[in-house]
């Protein structure tokens, strides 16, 4: 008895995803035992480039503040993203029922891309005070809003156009049109917007906790480690900014991949 096409199918996808995790793995690996073997050969000054054992030994000694840290950054940047899409998605559905609204959201959605963080930062720490967290979410919302609003806008316009002459022949409203068709066909584009932003907004929660407020981050305690010449310190707290960053790459990844399957015939 042979196994069914879609149970083969699965089997098959599952076999080449395990053997494409391999290739970077090793490649990885690599460039650690070559930074080690080039760092410890040259002489290479710590303030330059610590040696990886170094940053490993920072890691385990400092592994409680690293995980506070990150929690502390996660948190922000986890809630700066659902902000950053929940507004993206609500311009983008306003603008795409409005061409008034459209020609409205548009320049000013798409000129917050133009500004950076590094002025953002300080402007918002002014407004809100340093003792809370609320400028660093900002930040992060604003760079979030750009990527989801451009995705989700594009796919709010991909309508199919036997899609729209069927709607128009029901005699369809606009609320229904954009029910039973935009939104639907939009969502792949929404997760797509979703998968770009939430590595940004690690970045930008990252950034903005060097220009002044709460000492409690991730971005922070690098500035302040690099301040004091920890060297290997430092670069400690960034591996715990690179996995950060890669488990909201991968969640985002998640969700697109969620949002885009299809179901076997």
Known sequence: MTAPRSDRRAARRGAVGFSGVWPPVVLGLLVLVGWQVGV???????????????????IGAQLPVILETTSVTGGNALVGLVAGFLVGVL????????????????????????????????VF?????????????????????????????????AVAPVHAELMTALAATPAQFARFVRVPGAVPYIATGLRLAAPAAVIAAIVAEYFGGLQNGLGSRISSAAANTAYARAWAFVAASIVLGLVFHLAGLLAERLATRRRPI
């Open 40 to 58: 410890t050969a040259a002489g290479v000054p710590a303030f330059l480039l610590p040696a990886p054992t170094a940053i490993g030994a920072q």
């Open 91 to 122: 311009l983008a559905l306003l603008a795409s029922a409005s061409r008034l609204i459209a020609e409205l959201t548009t320049p000013v959605v798409l000129a917050a891309s133009a500004v950076p963080i590094v002025a953002l930062a300080p």
């Open 125 to 157: 720490t002014t407004m809100f005070g340093s003792t809370t967290e609320i400028p660093r979410r900002l930040v992060v919302t604003v760079v979030v809003v750009v990527p989801v609003f451009v995705s989700t806008a594009r796919g709010l316009r």
